[in-house]
Structure formats: structure tokens, C-alpha cells
């Protein structure tokens, strides 16, 4: 790991290749990619589906290729910490958007050892999904 520090621009650089790869391949118009910063790492891109079933059709399509995912990390008023604080109602009523993000998002690849053919491959099955 301290290896790939030095390695850091070099692997940052390259992360934001593939997210613009992402940003400018994916045309699936039930799918909402997150739009490309220059300032980010980019620990895996960040996609929104326009349902949550929807989503779980993506990430099944994605897996039956074996492209892993990963789901929107958890509102923090759902994590188990916050359960005395907020109830159910309050979190559905009060924090609308992070609900939905947490329901409708989720992340594909978006290291720096992917290949070309494996970015072709991720957006090819994404905007092929109907």
C-alpha cells in the first residue's frame, strides 16, 4: 500500500479517465450517471436508476457478467447508530433525497486497473439492459 502512494497522481489520473469514459459512453435513459469533477478519486462511479427496481435489473445484468457492484452506502439516519435518535417517520418525512439516493443508487467500477475492453464491456451491458 505505501508503494502506491507514490504511484497516487498516476492512479487518480486514471480513475478519472474511466469515470469520463463512463460519463460520456453510458446513454441508458433510465439511468442517471453522476456528472465527472476533477477533484474526485473516484473510489467506484456513482449511478442513479430511475427506479429501484430498475436499479436491481442493472446490477443483476451486471452480475450475470461478472461486473461486481456495489450498493449506495447507507442514509446515516438508517444506520443502527442513529436508531434512537430518529423513527421511521421522521426519517421518510425529513430526509427525502438521501432515502431515494440510498434506494436508487449504486456504484460500478472505477479503478485504475481496468482496461479499455472491460470499460467497453461495463457500458455495453449497461446501455443494453432495457
Not at 457492484?69 to 423513527?87: D, K, S, Y
Request: hydrophobic share 35%.
Amino acid at each position: 500500500a505505501l508503494m502506491e502512494l507514490r504511484r497516487l497522481k498516476e492512479i487518480i489520473k486514471k480513475r478519472q479517465w474511466v469515470a469520463k469514459r463512463y460519463v460520456g459512453g453510458i446513454k441508458n435513459k433510465n439511468l442517471f450517471p453522476y456528472p465527472y469533477t476533477a477533484d474526485c478519486s473516484y473510489l467506484g462511479f456513482p449511478i442513479k436508476a430511475i427506479t429501484e427496481t430498475y436499479k436491481n435489473k442493472i446490477i443483476n445484468a451486471l452480475s450475470d457478467e461478472s461486473i461486481e457492484t456495489r450498493e449506495m452506502f447507507p442514509c446515516l439516519a438508517n444506520q443502527e447508530a442513529f436508531n434512537l435518535h430518529f423513527n421511521k417517520d421522521f426519517i421518510e418525512l425529513k430526509l427525502p433525497v438521501s432515502q431515494d439516493s440510498e434506494k436508487r443508487c449504486f456504484y460500478i467500477p472505477c479503478h485504475q486497473h481496468l482496461t479499455e475492453k472491460e470499460i467497453d464491456k461495463i457500458i455495453n451491458v449497461i446501455n443494453n439492459k432495457k
